[in-house]
Antibody, heavy 123, light 108 residues
């Protein structure tokens, strides 16, 4: 079965960096585009970034553009999110999510989700 | 950016009742809209995509309809496990992919 396991969250001071990882299993990782979606405590969902199946195309929300970088290592079945210049408003549970459809850009719907990792930005 | 507005914010119903949730888009998204269910402490679960297609394993009591700017998620007869928060999401014009603010379905 599909499994997505995030790691790397924690408490970090404003302006510092953090890298999240998402280990994928149970499907052919290289054929699916992948996403990061976040959820501030007690609030709604916000899409953060997407990377195509081959890693050549990446897209970001305006709120993280220029600060966050999405990447993937298809040899390790792992998705990453490098987060720099962190702000208090980046505090959230970060989910990795697999696209509904395989190939290219996929369908831009989120069929499988990890359990999330909490990032808290605080001094 | 396409803004999705969900209503009502909270829906108070009893088990067995019919739930009707609304999602309105700031501009047409054709049929490129999905619905998710989220329970406390859990990630969201995909229920419906492309406005009306049920995702794998989703019970038939969940149905979606609509196109353009107005969409509805209907739960025909609420079961105890259906009390949760529901989000809509569009993929018509992106980036960004956007979500609505959510509707909480609570037990009356």
């Amino acid at each position: 079965q599909v499994q997505l396991v995030e790691s790397g969250g924690g408490v970090v001071q404003p302006g510092r960096s953090l890298r999240l990882s998402c280990a994928a299993s149970g499907f052919t990782f290289i054929t699916y585009s992948m996403h990061w979606v976040r959820q501030p405590p007690g609030k709604g969902l916000e899409w953060v970034a997407m990377i195509s199946s081959n890693g050549n195309n990446k897209y970001y929300a305006d709120s993280v553009q220029g600060r966050f970088t999405i990447s993937r290592d298809n040899s390790k079945n792992t998705l990453y999110l490098q987060m720099n210049s962190l702000r208090a408003e980046d505090t959230a549970v970060y989910y990795c999510a697999r696209d509904l459809e395989s190939g290219g850009y996929g369908a831009e719907y989120f069929q499988h989700w990890g359990q999330g990792t909490l990032v808290t930005v605080s001094s | 950016e396409i803004v999705l507005t969900q209503s009502p914010a909270t829906l108070s119903l009893s088990p067995g009742e019919r739930a009707t949730l609304s999602c309105r888009a700031s501009q047409s998204v054709s049929s490129f809209l999905a619905w998710y269910q989220q329970k406390p402490g859990q990630p969201p679960r995909l229920l419906i995509y492309d406005s009306a297609t049920r995702a794998t394993g989703i019970p038939a009591r969940f149905s979606g309809s609509g196109s353009g700017t107005d969409f509805t998620l209907t739960i025909s007869s609420l079961e105890s496990e259906d009390f949760a928060v529901y989000y809509c999401q569009q993929r018509s014009d992106w980036p960004p992919l956007t979500f609505g603010g959510g509707t909480k379905v609570e037990i009356k």
